[in-house]
């Protein structure tokens, strides 16, 4: 009996040999050549998935080593070096060398952070329309104009995160901690540290550091501090104590850094501390990077 050749289909682009038949070496070629395309995009977005994750983790937790990411993602230190030299070389992290603590006077750690490229991809949409408005704004009505404009922006925040932060109740690191889950909800990667003082520390000097990984805002605010300076006028009311901005996005920070003292009793909730938007205050909105 002669034997004959049937090809069976297989699925969008692809080839199958039935059993027990043979293919044409064309066909044979060309099927896999189909196979290995077929296969390929697959990998290439489990490898973008991957990458995403990296970069989401950099993101939240940065600065962050390569060891420290590995730890906390579960890869294999080669896995994660390789993502990170491509998120690198894309522009979108950075490395920031950081002494290494309790390491004396060794070579710095390489830290990985954001890039102002990367914070600008996550999404900056009308930028250069509300620069461009509040410019306007601030020559035709004063820089006073300018600042009730933050105050009424950041006033509707207060108005929703205060009954969540106020049911967390009295205690600081509980409120910082509220807030901060608040902020994360509304796209600002928000984490709380808390730094307890140590004799011969007073325990008066104890706090909770809140960091903020993202700004939506970040390039209007660099050209106009003042939405610097009255969120934190509002963190410092939502919370209950006086607030201190040690760094910010806007000002070449890597992070947006608020000093939250818990040492010390709490206003009262949602009690301010000055009058929202009074011109008499004087900026903490920090010019040094970290």
Do not use: W
Not at 34 to 46: M, R, S
Not at 142 to 161: I, L
Not at 279 to 288: F, G, P, R
């Amino acid at each position: 009996m002669s034997s004959s050749t049937s090809v069976a289909p297989a699925g969008r682009g692809r080839l199958r040999v039935a059993p027990g038949a043979s293919a044409p070496a064309g066909s044979v070629a060309a099927g896999s050549a189909a196979a290995q395309a077929a296969t390929a995009f697959p990998a290439v977005d489990a490898e973008e998935r991957t990458r995403d994750r990296v970069l989401n983790a950099v993101l939240e937790h940065g600065p962050i080593s390569a060891a420290e990411l590995g730890d906390l993602l579960g890869f294999t230190p080669a896995a994660v070096r390789r993502h990170l030299d491509h998120l690198s070389r894309s522009g979108v992290i950075e490395v920031k060398r950081a002494a290494r603590a309790g390491a004396g006077a060794g070579r710095p750690a390489r830290r990985y952070v954001l890039s102002s490229q990367g914070q600008s991809t996550l999404g900056n949409d009308y930028l250069d329309i509300a620069t461009l408005a509040l410019q306007r704004l601030g020559e035709m009505a004063g820089p006073d104009a300018v600042r009730q404009f933050a105050v009424e922006r950041f006033g509707e925040m207060e108005r929703r995160y205060a009954p969540e932060i106020d049911a967390a109740g009295p205690d600081i690191t509980a409120r910082a901690q509220a807030l901060s889950e608040a902020l994360s909800r509304d796209g600002f990667v928000a984490s709380t540290t808390s730094i307890e003082a140590k004799a011969p520390l007073p325990a008066a000097l104890s706090s909770v550091q809140l960091c903020q990984g993202h700004c939506p805002i970040q390039q209007l605010a660099a050209q106009f501090p003042v939405f610097c300076d009255v969120e934190t006028d509002v963190f410092s009311r939502l919370v209950g104590v006086d607030v201190r901005r040690l760094s910010t996005l806007a000002r070449g920070g890597h992070v947006c850094t608020t000093h939250i003292p818990t040492g010390r009793p709490a206003r009262g909730p949602h009690s301010p501390a000055t009058t929202p938007g009074s011109l008499d205050e004087v900026s903490n909105h920090l010019q040094e990077r970290p």
